[in-house]
């Protein structure tokens, strides 16, 4: 498993230059953060995203990846990752879309897992050994993991935090 | 398949090992107002052979906004009561409770009693109780006062601690700020603002970038001498607790009593919102109490020729005694008695104590006793030539030291009286002159 690991590494190294000649892959990445409002027209209550700038302890971040494979040929195995902002608590609900399912981490991105399968143990007074469900303030770290972006083809996830 | 997922599992693996910026997870904790959200995204990707991997990474950043809150509001020393005409002067202490610096207004308000109106009540604020800075406050004027929020503590050593914040959120703390945290009071001795965490790529990428790790701000705090003296220990989980800035209102208060039987009384109403508005305190009340001044002369005559008679004849001499009583709460101030020879007769003076006689009208008779209960002293005719007193009781004369009837005679009472003015008649004192006339 090492070995993989360090002949990844090298891979990148040698074939970065080179490849650039030849058809590739190419995946470009951008995030926005996001502040809800609740505008009020005609009566009718609507939740409005507005860019943040400044944000309110305990208010709510929206954060949207974008990405997007701008080069010629299908990128595999994307794996995109983010650490959950420190200072933020992120907020498991409806709101997480876009596919695939993400993963979470509770070990600053040791190991991920989905949410549901997401535990750890403690250590009781008595020794006895416990296992906990991980809740989303537990969270270190979100990843969503493509298998492929075909050429030409974008797609956003999103994922909400609350400011401590 | 299995190849696809194995090579996931090498992705996410070779991931941490080559993205510092994502792995460090640049950002700043804490709720503190200018602290740095920072977010770093990677994705990292093979070509469709699988073989080539490639990464990009960007970040966004949201600062964390003030969070406005009411101050705490808190009498320290109430106004000490006061003689009327004189000022008192109490320390309210103010305390901010919000995330961030913001600005604030105090205003107060007088309800009198007993009490000539309008009063006049000046205020200031204060850095510290003392050895801080002092200014000018009018009533409803900007007020700063810095805030911000931690992240953790380190141990406490020496006496003090550091407590680590987020960087760029020492919002107006400083050094010789005193500043409040979980309600004890500590003093700032030193700050450091820190470096706040930063990522080279913004907006779209298609490359990585590279990350400058947080270095945390820092604010060291001692006990505060003046406050609530209490070395810094703190310890556990404080994050977000809020480090409020204090600053002291003095308010001084001077105020003449309308009566003569009442003390004075000055009920000032304090309170505070933000600037902005929306986060009033309640008012608190601090009472200011002006005694009233009521001093009481009397005069009494008795015939020491023929003791018990009710009148006198030609060659009698008559003994006057004046008894002024401060019978109220406050004390008298610039106490003077104006009085003056009989007509038909003569002011008894002399060398010796009141009422040898014999006297012709030079400076250094002596003609009166004053005494304050305690202490008597012998007067002369000049206001200047009166025994020496190192317990200050009064001074007096008459006009151009003459003895002939109707000659104004002035007397100077109480402690800090000199010869040409009256001192204090303390509160509850009773001062006794005696004097004799030989009639004519």
């Not at chain 2, 009198?112 to 200014?135: E, M, N």
Request: charged residues 15%.
């Amino acid at each position: 498993m090492k070995k993989t690991v360090l002949g990844s590494t090298l891979l990148l190294a040698a074939l970065l230059v080179p490849v650039a000649a030849f058809a590739k892959p190419q995946v470009t990445i951008s995030v926005a953060a996001e502040k809800e409002v609740t505008v009020v027209n005609q009566g009718k209550k609507s939740v409005k995203l507005v860019p943040a700038t400044k944000i309110s302890p305990n208010e709510v971040i929206v954060y949207t990846v974008h990405y997007a494979n701008k080069g010629d040929e299908t990128a595999t195995n994307a794996v995109i990752e983010d650490p959950i902002p420190k200072g933020t608590v992120y907020l498991a609900d409806a709101h997480v879309s876009g596919t695939p399912e993400p993963e979470f981490s509770i070990d600053h991105g040791k190991s991920y897992n989905k949410a549901t399968l997401l535990s750890y143990e403690v250590k009781l007074p008595s020794g006895k050994i416990e296992r906990h469900q991980a809740t989303s303030s537990d969270y270190t770290n979100i990843r969503w993991i493509i298998k492929e972006i075909p050429a030409g083809s974008s797609g956003n996830l999103k994922f909400r935090v609350k400011v401590k | 398949m299995k190849r696809i997922l194995n090579l996931c599992a090498a992705g996410a693996l070779a991931l941490v090992a080559l993205a510092p910026g994502s792995a460090s997870a640049a950002g700043t904790p804490g709720s503190a107002a200018n602290a740095k959200i920072l977010n770093v995204v990677t994705v990292t990707y093979y070509d469709a052979t699988g073989t080539n991997v490639h990464q990009a990474a960007t970040s966004t950043s949201v600062l964390v906004a003030l969070k406005p809150a009411p101050l705490t509001v808190a009498v320290v020393n109430q106004f000490p009561n006061a003689d009327s005409g004189s000022t008192t002067t109490s320390l309210i202490a103010l305390t901010a409770n919000a995330n961030g610096q913001d600005t604030y207004k105090a205003t107060w308000g007088s309800s009198t009693q007993f009490l000539v109106t309008p009063t006049s009540i000046t205020g200031s604020i204060l850095t510290d109780v003392t050895g801080g800075s002092s200014t000018s406050y009018t009533s409803g004027a900007d007020l700063a006062l810095g805030a911000t929020s931690i992240v953790s503590v380190q141990a406490a050593a020496g006496g003090s601690q550091v407590i680590n914040i987020p960087a760029g959120s020492l919002n107006g703390i400083v050094p010789g700020s005193i500043v409040v945290i979980n309600d004890i009071s500590y003093k700032v001795t030193a700050t450091s603002t820190g470096t706040q965490a930063g990522y080279t790529q913004t907006g779209i990428s298609t490359s990585t970038g590279s990350a400058t790790a947080e270095v945390l701000g820092t604010i060291t705090i001692a006990a505060d001498p003046n406050g609530s003296k209490t070395a810094p220990n703190l310890s556990g989980s404080l994050a977000g607790t809020i480090v409020g800035e204090r600053k002291y209102l003095q308010l001084a208060d001077t105020a003449v009593v309308s009566s003569n039987t009442n003390n004075g009384v000055d009920t000032v109403s304090i309170s505070t919102d933000t600037k902005a508005g929306g986060n009033a305190t309640g008012a608190v009340t601090d009472v200011a109490t002006f005694f009233f001044v009521s001093v009481s002369i009397e005069k009494t005559v008795s015939n020491v020729t023929t003791l018990g008679a009710t009148g006198g004849k030609p060659g009698d001499v008559l003994e006057y005694t004046v008894t002024v009583r401060n019978a109220s709460s406050g004390n008298a101030g610039k106490v003077s008695i104006a009085d003056a020879v009989p007509a038909y007769t003569t002011l008894v003076s002399g060398t010796g104590a009141y009422g040898s006689g014999g006297g012709t009208g030079s400076a250094t008779e002596k003609f009166a006793t004053i005494s304050d209960g305690t202490n008597t002293v012998d007067i002369t005719l000049a206001p200047g030539d009166s025994e020496s007193q190192s317990t200050v009781v009064g001074y007096g004369g008459t006009q151009a030291n003459a003895i002939v009837a109707g000659t104004p005679i002035t007397f100077y009472l109480g402690s800090g009286s000199t010869n040409a003015q009256g001192g204090t008649v303390a509160a509850a004192k009773t001062y006794t002159i005696k004097y004799q006339v030989k009639i004519n």
